[in-house]
């Protein structure tokens, strides 16, 4: 393998490991940002091994070793050794996490503590939702800009003074149990679904779709709703990742380019993930994440696009929208009108969020715009909304599916 494959094979590798790897060495050092920095470490030592060594078999379980090592190497070097031993309640030579305390409830899962730790009280609620993306979802602070709709050097303070302020708080690296579980519930369900999202749709790169998010937030998910059985939002979001997720392997074709919902394969959607989606959205209540997961449900039960019951999900988006008065439910909204009642109705609502602050780079609005302008026969107005929607995303797919509408 040459040595600019070996390289990108790395970069891919710790792109999907990096939360692991993270996690695993703050469950040693009791810092997460000086494990994302081990973490780093690994990673250099990856670039400057693997290109004369080859690539180990198993490249995640390669990195993740490194940093154990390198964690408990700067554990040893502190002169508070025997405190810190004490604190994380290992032997250093054997780095293999002894039994937990018998807890009916207890998770042995670090990416679990990871989340929990990052959503800790102490940090504003920005702050959390932006420090998670970045440790659990390895995204660079650009992705998680646009994931938030906010500016990059906001984000990337953000992540910054989160870090600091864990490290001050001497905050646990814990799943947090009783009322402070259930104080950080909210952030963390907001970072799985932020987390869900980006693996549905990639803000940048050359993938649309990243299945290893994806799959870390649908875990989560699951986790969390065998943690907490009682709470109906938790099964909410899980219902609304497990039909999302049905779709992924229909949302692209052979060679990676999206495939538009109206157009996609049917029967490749995952028919068992849908059951669980039915069977979770059965315990879930009416929340934000509920009603999101009943709008995917609709989408399920129709065999064909042209059977969805539009109209239903409008007045679902309409319930959501009332509930959060997001932008982007607006925008959703609209274009579930302009199928049940036709695309002039659902440009009257696209136009009155032109000038929404929160959509001014949003892709999106003149990827939908431009749609219903076709739809109604004003192909040049609908070419110039596709050309500035492809100008706006940071994915080369979609760019160029974008592109190709415009051409069109």
Known sequence: MTEPRVTATIEAAYRIESPRVIAAAARIVRDVGIAEEIAQDALVA??????????????????????????????????????????????????????????????????????????????????????????????????????????????AQRIVRAKRTLATAGVGFEVPYGEDRAARLSSVLEVIYLIFNEGYTATAGDDVVRPALCEDALRLARVLAALMPGEPEVHGLSALLEFQASRIPARTGPDGAPVLLADQNRTRWNRPLMRRGADALARAGGGPYALQAAIAACHARAARYEDTDWAMIATLYGRLLTLTGSPVVALNRAVAVSMAEGPAAGLALVDALRDEPALKDYHLLPSVRGDLLARLGRDAEASEEFRRAASLTHNERERELLLERSAR
């Open 46 to 155: 990856a670039l400057e091994q693997w290109p004369e060594s080859g690539v180990p078999d198993k490249p995640g379980a390669w990195l993740t070793a490194t940093a154990r090592r390198r964690a408990i190497d700067l554990v040893r070097r502190k002169e508070t050794y025997a405190r810190k031993l004490a604190e994380v309640g290992r032997s250093l030579e054997d780095t293999t996490p002894p039994p937990d305390p018998p807890d009916p409830e207890n998770i042995d899962d670090d990416l679990l503590r990871l989340i929990f730790t990052a959503c800790h009280p102490v940090l504003p609620t920005a702050s959390r939702t932006a420090l998670t993306l970045r440790l659990l979802g390895g995204l660079t602070t650009a992705e998680i800009a646009r994931a938030l709709l906010a500016g990059e050097p906001a984000v």
